[in-house]
């Protein structure tokens, strides 16, 4: 991941590099103007790029900085997800600086950055950390969000189009996941891993399985960091669909 900056560089750095610490990924972030491309015929072909914009308020004191891929060629329903994501974190930040009741001389921060995991030709999966700290915050928070990306259909995946229609596919993550996360002694509060929508929203595909992504304080006590299980396609193999070809 990118070098951070400032008082607190170390905490984010920190926590941006638990976000990254998974198997079979092949990472975009961290390399500026990088570009990923998969073995695919011309016909095919895709790239990645990455995309940085940058925002200053000396009025509000905040400095926000926002790392984007760009796909190539242009898709409208990918470049639209992006932009979603990070225009929903940079609104929402700018409101919370705005009522921010902390003293003088702290600069509030936003910075948005993400990995890329390729899994075929057609399949970009997306996960980005969205990093904030606001003056008069006790710590910066950490948000991991996804987007998975078939090029085939031009859609944004939902977890559930992975799945057989009807299959119990929140139930068997939240076993495999509370299982993984009491073996790792991450799971203080069992709540936050069990079979709601809410609590798998941070999903990405991976080479070797669903990776689920957990936010810090939703398994584990904030100042552990946030939690990452890798669940096999094999432990999901009876209720995956095929609308899909990750393997």
Same mark, same amino acid.
């Given at each position: ?23 079979? +990924? ?10 990923? =491309? ?55 930040? *700018? ?11 702290? +600069? ?29 915050? =006790? ?13 085939? +259909? ?11 229609? !009807?299959? *119990? ?29 809410? !609590? ?48």
């Amino acid at each position: 991941m990118r070098a951070m900056k400032g008082n607190l560089g170390g905490l984010v750095a920190a926590g941006l590099l638990i976000l990254g610490l998974h198997a079979g +990924t092949a990472r975009s972030s961290g390399l500026d103007g990088a570009m990923l =491309a998969a073995t695919a015929t011309p016909e095919t072909a895709w790239t990645l790029t990455d995309a940085t914009t940058q925002e200053n308020s000396q009025k509000q004191d905040f400095a926000i900085v926002i790392h984007r891929p760009v796909l190539a060629p242009a898709s409208a329903a990918f470049n639209a997800a992006i932009q979603k994501i990070t225009d929903s974190a940079a609104t929402s930040f *700018k409101q919370f600086v705005a009522t921010s009741t902390g003293g003088p001389g702290v +600069t509030s921060t936003l910075t948005i950055d993400y990995d890329v995991m390729v899994i075929r030709q057609r399949l970009v999966s997306v996960r980005f950390s969205i990093l904030q700290y606001v003056n008069g915050m =006790a710590h910066p928070s950490l948000t991991a969000v996804s987007v998975n990306f078939d090029r085939g +259909t031009d859609k944004v995946l939902a977890l559930a189009d992975l799945f057989k229609s !009807n299959a *119990k596919y929140l139930e068997a993550l939240a076993k495999y996941c509370s299982a993984d996360l009491m073996r790792q002694g991450r799971l203080s509060f069992p709540e936050g891993a069990a079979a709601k929508a809410e !609590n798998y929203a941070a999903w990405n595909l991976d080479r070797a399985g669903l990776l689920i992504t957990f936010d810090p304080a939703t398994v584990v006590a904030s100042a552990a960091g946030p939690s990452v299980v890798l669940v096999p396609y094999t432990a999901l193999d009876d209720l995956l669909g095929t609308t899909v070809p990750v393997f």
